[in-house]
């Protein structure tokens, strides 16, 4: 069977997580296919994971968890910004995400929801995320952090969380597969086991 995901959602989890169910169910491979598009209805594929609800599909959407949205930098330039205020925050040199998957929290809707206006200047722009992350890690400017998405990073000490301003994320991350007669026995039990593995009891959209 064949999952998708983001560059940032295999690098960061679905490696792992497909090493774990693979060490449980030895006898079902599972192939990788990594895009920062939209996948769509692939016909290779049997689940991918987004963040956010699919509006292009049919298949079935399984709602995971709701993470927050920190701000990231390499520990040094963390450690220079103590105890910053949001103007402070929002004077820095940032690193934006020009994805055109517009489900993507960007810089201006994170001060919005924190009643902070974010001034008109130049930053780093990047067209993928995990390039993000590493202009980040190199101590380029903060970037906007999913917190439980990027915590590899975190517990290895290539980024720090700076300040404790945080903010809801707007949307979930989902499981997307195919419809349950379309899955095959091998398929059903990884998406199960994802369910388990990622979801947050009593998931459910806010």
Known sequence: ?????????????????????????????????????????????????????????????????????????????????????????????????????QSWTRWSDWFGALNCTLPQKQGVRVNNYMIGLYAAMDGLGLILGWRRLVDPMIRRGELAVVSHYSVPAPHWFYLVTRPEGELSEAARSLRDWLIEALSEPDAREG
């Open 1 to 101: 069977m064949t999952i998708g995901a983001s560059s940032a959602v295999a690098s960061l989890w679905t490696a792992k997580l497909l090493a774990g169910f693979w060490h449980e169910h030895p006898d079902i491979t599972v192939d990788q296919l990594v895009s920062d598009t939209s996948f769509g209805i692939a016909p290779e594929l049997d689940m991918f994971i987004r963040y956010g609800r699919d509006p292009n599909t049919a298949w079935d959407q399984h709602a995971l968890y709701r993470d927050v949205l920190v701000l990231l930098a390499s520990p040094e330039l963390a450690r220079s910004l103590q105890a910053p205020s949001l103007e402070t925050l929002a004077a820095q040199r940032h690193i934006y995400l020009d994805s055109p998957d």
